[in-house]
């Protein structure tokens, strides 16, 4: 995605990528980023809870029309409110996705061998 | 503050994605600078959480995926801003949709836009949102000869003058 924002950004339309891994949005050189401590699938926050969602989407604005420069990174001083080891499996699909499948599969043969 | 980028991401999954660097070639910084005022703009958004449209688009080949674990659809798909969120399906093997498919506004969030539009924050969104499904090869080799310069097309047809991307 911080990838995708960088061929859009270079053909003349500024961006602004909303993520919960910001650090490796910097990594791959997002021109501007709004970091979010959020599951998986929310980047604007909790469903239903309007107010969340619209400190992200301002913030994202504001980043987006006011960063003064390249590489810019903002983080949202927003803690999810579901206990962690909740959130961390409410998350997840409800079945392995196929490469994790894959993965699990090859370890599983490699300590069998 | 800073956010953990790793807090809810399974332990084994972290090498994948930290210390890796830039994608290659793309180590240089690229800058487009934001020119208007906010309240003169029209603003696009861009979800990588694989929503379409259930009635009228096909969905993202989760198929393709299962038969090919390292492969994902790179296609992209068109999403008006006055759709309504019963309208809307997600194909994306990697996440729980559930709180999705209940509220779309987590990943695209067109209401609330619509909001700041009507309250003069921002000049105008986009009549026609883009969502993508964000698992892709890792050469990523479809999406820059392909769907990005389509996604760039759309966008200047859109006359939009920035983009908001949230992966999922």
């Known amino acids: 995605m911080p990838v995708l924002a960088r061929w859009i950004e270079a053909a003349g339309i500024p961006t602004v990528t909303v993520t919960m891994m910001p650090a490796v949005a910097e990594e791959r050189r997002a021109p501007r980023i709004v970091g979010v401590e959020f599951p998986f699938g929310h980047a604007f926050g909790v469903a239903h809870d309007r107010s969340t969602q619209r400190h992200v989407l301002e913030l994202a604005l504001r980043v987006l029309a006011g960063a003064s420069g390249f590489g810019t990174r903002v983080d949202l001083d927003v803690e999810w409110p579901v206990p962690l080891r909740e959130a961390y499996r409410a998350w997840q699909p409800k079945e392995p996705s196929p ?15 | 503050m800073q956010v953990d ?3 809810f ?15 290659p070639g793309e180590e240089h910084p690229v800058w487009a600078p934001f020119e208007k005022r906010l309240s003169a ?25 299962r038969e090919r674990p390292e492969w994902g659809d790179p296609s992209w798909r068109v999403i008006p801003s006055n759709a309504k969120p019963e309208d809307f399906a997600v194909a994306h093997l990697h996440i729980n949709d559930e709180d999705l498919l209940a509220d779309p506004e987590i990943a ?61």
Not at chain 2, 9 to 23: Q, W
Not at chain 2, 119 to 146: F, H, I, N, P, S
């Open chain 1, 99 to 113: 490469i994790v499948k894959k993965m699990l599969e090859a370890r599983a043969n490699a300590a069998r061998s």
């Open chain 2, 5 to 7: 980028s790793y807090r």
């Open chain 2, 41 to 65: 703009s029209r603003i696009a958004l861009l979800t990588s959480a694989g929503i379409y449209l259930k009635t009228s688009q096909p969905s993202f080949d989760l198929d393709g995926e």
């Open chain 2, 108 to 168: 695209l969030p067109v209401g609330m836009l619509r909001r700041l539009v009507e309250e003069g924050v921002v000049g105008a969104a986009a009549e026609r949102q883009v969502g993508v499904m964000g698992y892709q090869d890792r050469r990523l080799k479809d999406w820059r000869e392909t769907t990005a310069p389509a996604i760039v097309g759309h966008l200047r047809e859109q006359e939009a003058d920035g983009l908001i991307l949230a992966p999922a």
């Open chain 2, 9 to 23: 991401l399974p332990r084994s999954f972290r090498p994948l994605y930290e210390g890796r660097g830039a994608f």
